[in-house]
């Protein structure tokens, strides 16, 4: 089996709380009468442990985004994680409607070669996440692309399939000669992870959930260089694999029907721990019979995924999740000399669920779409406000009267907007595009940003709305998460422009899984580098078949 120091990545379990109760989870969500938070401190102190790890540092949960501290979690990695291993691609300050597929290409870019005892292979360095893309994920979106090089996305609204864990190989009658060779094939040991758990560390992440389930007596003590040591130290932990039934390879269930499939000898532990919420979950105890699960008692949909688990990525997020779901709040500057009356609503209300109007720095209206209007209470509107009056983590068009929108701003709404990033244009200086335009002298100002940004922390909460607020934002934010509010967008948006879209042929793609080869050929040569391709098209799920290629390369 695989120590730690061999294995790609090493996750940090920062909860197992979960919004979810999927079929046959490696955490048990749900199971837990209280489930746990990992204290910050604790949290820090494993990631400085994990030092020098060649691979990634995984945050997992349950679902990490529910802690607590998750955003001060993520600033700490930002902090302690090397400059070299930090995210570099930019392509994610654009919107884009395929959201899963421009951070899986932005992935393959990252891809370099690491030696290990067993020989080289391809790794990503730096932070990654598990998550299952809830609400949360969405309003920490900022500063989750600035941490993590690698996401590992399933909001689960889709097909999953899931193997089940609280198989015991007693229970399947299978000899210790013949147990021993299947444990040191293990998938998950070989091609996933060890775990940093509140107990300790575990050279396998089921194994140190299973330590939590059943009340065990903690992994290895916390400290630095811990992942260093040669497997034979975590022996002890090898009891785990005994209640274990992934390296079974027996059949897996779609995770969205929340029901456990488990083995008799499990099924009696769990009645017996208190600390497990035995009557709230659906269990499927499988008849076994001379080794043989029984067909009955397994789902008809009994389909094994092993390491192909990373395959068909896209497929396993739906048009549900909420990050895809934005709503333009409107705010229109004025100033006196403009006339209220004449201001063509109906008009803004197309691209906008919402419109404020503000004079010199005055809140006098606001419109719903429909053209209706609401009763307000005319104030004073200052920077302080913006959260209070038009809504927390709402995307925000601030413009003046002389901005005209065109159909294309509809496109944005389907899709992911980083919310860290200023979308800004002056028409009189940057001049007009498909998205905004005046019929007035190419004059106007707009800009379009997140009223959660990252950057509005450091603005001055006494300035009032009035049309120096353009410019005032536009020097405060961040340098590099200002963009120009312009034709641009077009060409980074995967999927957004057609033209674009069928440049994108089979061999551009094959080009970008294999990128890393131009940088390694001279050093690796040129036999050893089709050897990585080949294994990094398996693992990835780039089977070259002419479904895949029209369904997904193309």
Known sequence: MKAPKDQWVIQIDVTNACVRKCANCTRFCGFHKKPYFMDYDYFCKAVDSLEGHPGLIGVMGGEPTLHPRFKDMCLYLQKKIPKQYKVKDKSLYYPTDSFVEVRRRSELKQYVIHEYSDGPRPIIQGAGLW????????????????????????????????????????????????????????????????????????????????????????????????????????????????????????????????????SESNYKLLK?????????????????????????????????????????????????????????????????????????????????ERLFVVKDGLLVKSFTQFDTEDKIEKRKIMYSDLKEVFGKNEYIIMFTPDISFNSKVNKLKECVINPGILHYIDLRRDGHNSYVSSELDNSGKCILFNSGAESLNNMDN???????????ICKTWIPEKRLLFSDKMDRMMYGVNESNNK????????????????????????????????????????????????NRLL
């Open 462 to 472: 006494s300035k009032i709305l009035n049309e120096n607020i353009f410019m005032y």
């Open 131 to 262: 998550t299952s893309m809830t609400r949360l994920y969405r309003d920490n979106l900022e500063i989750i692309q600035d941490t993590f090089n690698f996401q590992n996305l399933n909001d689960h609204n889709n097909i999953s399939y899931h193997q089940p864990v609280l198989i015991s190989r007693k229970d399947m009658g299978i000899d210790d000669e013949t147990w021993l060779k299947l444990r040191e094939k293990c998938w998950v040991n070989q091609q996933w992870s060890g775990s940093i758990t509140p107990k300790g560390c575990f050279f396998c992440e089921v194994a140190g959930a299973l330590d939590m389930l059943y009340d065990g007596p903690g992994g290895l003590p916390l400290e630095n260089g811990w992942w260093k040591k040669d497997i034979n130290e975590f022996k002890d932990q090898f009891n785990w694999c005994e209640y274990c039934g992934i390296p079974l390879k027996t059949f897996a269930r779609d995770a969205r029907e929340q029901v456990t499939d488990v």
């Open 503 to 550: 440049k994108r042929t089979f061999r551009r793609r094959i080009t970008d899984v294999l990128i890393f080869t131009r940088k390694s050929i001279k050093q690796y040569g040129l036999l050893r580098m089709v050897y990585y391709s080949c294994f990094f098209i398996r693992r990835y799920g780039l089977t070259l078949t002419r479904q895949k290629i029209k």
């Open 272 to 352: 017996e721990k208190d600390s497990v919420r035995f009557d709230e979950n659906s269990f499927n105890i499988l008849e076994i019979d001379n080794g043989v699960i029984s067909e009955k008692s397994k789902v008809s949909t009994a389909k094994y995924h092993g390491v192909s688990y990373m395959e068909d990525a896209q497929d396993r997020i739906s048009d549900k999740t909420p990050i895809y779901a934005n709503r333009f709040i409107g705010v229109m500057i004025c100033n006196d000399n403009t006339a209220i009356d004449e201001i063509n609503v109906q008009n803004y209300l197309k691209f906008m």
